[in-house]
C-alpha cells in the first residue's frame, strides 16, 4: 500500500485501514501533498466525529509562533462536512466550503504562507490573514 500510494496515489478515493496503519500512510500521503502541516484529519464514525491536526500538537514548537494552523483549520472544516452529512445541517457545509477556499486563496501566494512553506509569516500572521480571507468568503456568501 505504501508503495502504491508514493507511485500512483490518485487511483486511491477512500483508504480502510487500522488505526496504526492508517497513522502511517496518512503521514505519508501528507508528505507527498506537501507536508504534514497541511493535511486534514478526522475520526469519524456513523454517530461521532473528531477532528484534529495531522501532525499532533508538536509540543516542540509550542508558543514559538513556528506552527502552521491549516491542518487543524482543515480538519475543522472535514468536522463541518461530516456534520453537514449526518445532521443534514446545510450551514455548515456552507462553512466547509468557505474555510476550504479561503484555505486556497491564502497559500496561492508564497507572500501569505508560514515558514515551513517557503513564507515569511508566523502562525499568528497567517491566521489573521486567513481569518480576514475567510470573512469576505462568507460576507460574498450570505
Do not use: K, Y
Amino acid at each position: 500500500m505504501a508503495a502504491w500510494l508514493v507511485r500512483d496515489a490518485a487511483r486511491f478515493d477512500v483508504v480502510v485501514t487500522t488505526n496504526m496503519f492508517g497513522d502511517i500512510l496518512s503521514d505519508e500521503a501528507s508528505e507527498l501533498a506537501g507536508g504534514l502541516g497541511l493535511a486534514a484529519s478526522i475520526n469519524a464514525g456513523d454517530a461521532h466525529c473528531m477532528a484534529q491536526a495531522q501532525h499532533g500538537s508538536a509540543p516542540d514548537i509550542a508558543g514559538r509562533g513556528l506552527a502552521n494552523p491549516t491542518s487543524l483549520v482543515l480538519s475543522a472544516a472535514l468536522l463541518l462536512r461530516w456534520l453537514a452529512r449526518t445532521r443534514g445541517a446545510d450551514r455548515c457545509a456552507v462553512a466547509a466550503w468557505a474555510i476550504e477556499d479561503a484555505v486556497d486563496a491564502v497559500l496561492r501566494e508564497p507572500a501569505r504562507r508560514t515558514r515551513d512553506l517557503g513564507g515569511p509569516l508566523g502562525t499568528a500572521a497567517f491566521t489573521h490573514g486567513l481569518e480576514e480571507e475567510l470573512r469576505g468568503r462568507l460576507a460574498g456568501r450570505a
